[in-house]
């Protein structure tokens, strides 16, 4: 949680994140939320709305008295700035602060030349989405990266990526912080689609709900349990992926065995599929791939299979039951009220839902999936960024705790050794013996209304 030293900085935080969450509202609706004092909020909302952070929008309908102004967050004051990237491609998005997405930048990503190569990439797509015509560098709020790999989000390091190897222990957060000087706040790929999911896609603010991310390298889990993101003590929660299924399965580059992306992910159906077409089978995804087959990958399969193909069907009716029964052990341990799958699943159609569904109440605990809905994700390329974005204005607008100054909170310091034998010392004649008096705490209480 963040802090802060005055209550008047406090206080200010607190309406402008209250009219940002409830708003459009009034002064009267503030005091009932906030239990500010109305003059108070009236000289805080005067600010907002003389600094342009503040919006007039309309009158409330309110039965009695004068038409109550109504105040609503000025969305376009400032901007963050959203960057996702995972082997396959890089995105920069610029984001007001609902967030909408005000400018994009897309590009293959470049890991030939490595790490030093990667992070150019990252560095120059940020600039080019900063470009907008709109946009003043001067009100960027702050950046938020999502990648590929166990992200340490306390220290803004990238621990290690299973598909960007070279990535290990680099440091990503400082290096963007000396580049453009605003807050940086790093994250896992998965965990931000899931944050951009269940605030602005299919999630619908569930309390507990599970992300799946079904990418071409990997799958990953997104888990939120009590409306926290859950991390793990060492970052690393949500690995789905490389959770193990078989005995004796493929081998995986996390370097065990029979690991649920070996047997079911996307680089699976289009191996089998190409294995399938060397073997004399005809199928759609050859002629949806330009009749080249190294064109096919996960996601032409996953298309065949919803156009009826035979052979994609029987290839993706194994990766449905594999996939359904690593879900049903989500719910299983994390009891969700939703699972939201990776909208690049549902180019496999309602037909592939409706199976997974079955298998995975078919296999978890009743009592789990009696009300569980699981459906497809919305938000498609946009998840990462939106996520991201999210999370920054999260951190941005929370309602901060008040830290008293560090002369208020340290204990006293303990005197030298000879100055307390000084004082010990029996008292001259003539002289009157001061007793030592008591210590006082070190935390003296304030007067309500006190500005530390």
Not at 35 to 57: C, G, H, M, T, Y
Not at 222 to 229: K, P, Q, S, T, W
Not at 295 to 300: L, Q
Request: charged share 25%.
């Amino acid at each position: 949680m963040k802090h802060v030293a005055r209550k008047s900085e406090r206080d200010r935080l607190i309406v402008e994140a209250v009219i940002r969450r409830f708003g459009p509202l009034s002064r009267v609706a503030i005091h009932d939320l906030t239990r500010l004092q109305p003059s108070r909020i009236s000289q805080i909302v005067q600010e907002l709305i003389e600094s342009d952070k503040v919006l007039a929008a309309g009158r409330a309908d309110n039965p009695m008295g004068r038409k109550q102004v109504l105040l609503r967050l000025n969305e376009s004051h400032s901007f963050v700035l959203g960057v996702g990237f995972d082997d396959e491609k890089v995105t920069a998005a610029l984001m007001d602060l609902h967030p909408r997405i005000c400018a994009k930048v897309e590009e293959p990503v470049r890991l030939e030349g490595g790490k030093d190569l990667l992070i150019a990439q990252l560095l120059s797509c940020s600039r080019a989405a900063l470009k907008h015509p709109g946009a003043d560098e001067s009100k960027l709020l702050g950046i938020g990266l999502a990648g590929s790999g166990v992200m340490d989000k306390q220290n803004g390091m990238v621990v290690m990526s299973s598909t960007i190897e070279f990535l290990r222990e680099t440091p990503l957060g400082e290096i963007f912080e000396q580049e453009f000087g605003v807050p940086v706040a790093l994250e896992n790929l998965t965990r931000a689609k899931a944050a951009g999911e269940r605030l602005l896609g299919a999630g619908r603010m569930a309390q507990d709900m599970v992300y799946i991310e079904y990418g071409h390298t990997g799958i990953g889990a997104g888990i939120v349990a009590g409306g926290e993101l859950v991390y793990g003590s060492e970052f690393a929660a949500g690995e789905f992926g490389h959770t193990h299924m078989i005995e004796g399965g493929p081998a995986c580059k996390c370097g065990s065995f029979g690991c649920l992306e070996t047997i079911a992910g996307a680089s699976v159906l289009e191996m089998r599929v190409r294995k399938a077409i060397s073997e004399g089978s005809g199928t759609q995804a050859l002629t949806l791939a330009g009749g080249d087959p190294e064109n096919i990958s996960g996601w032409t399969v996953l298309k065949a299979a919803s156009l009826g193909d035979k052979t994609c069907l029987a290839i993706t009716e194994q990766m449905t039951n594999y996939l359904g029964l690593g879900l049903a052990n989500l719910v299983n341990l994390f009891n969700p009220s939703m699972l939201v799958l990776d909208q690049r699943l549902s180019l496999a159609g309602q037909s592939f839902l409706d199976e997974l569904t079955r298998v995975i109440r078919r296999q978890a605990l009743v009592h789990s999936t009696e009300r569980l809905q699981v459906r497809f994700g919305e938000l498609g390329d946009e998840a990462s960024v939106l996520g991201i974005g999210s999370i920054l204005l999260e951190e941005h607008f929370e309602i901060p705790a008040l830290k008293p100054p560090r002369f208020m909170i340290e204990p006293v310091k303990e005197r030298p050794f000879r100055a307390r034998r000084a004082e010990a010392a029996p008292a001259p004649a003539g002289h009157a013996s001061a007793s030592p008096s008591p210590q006082r705490p070190a935390l003296r209480a304030k007067s309500r209304g006190e500005e530390g």
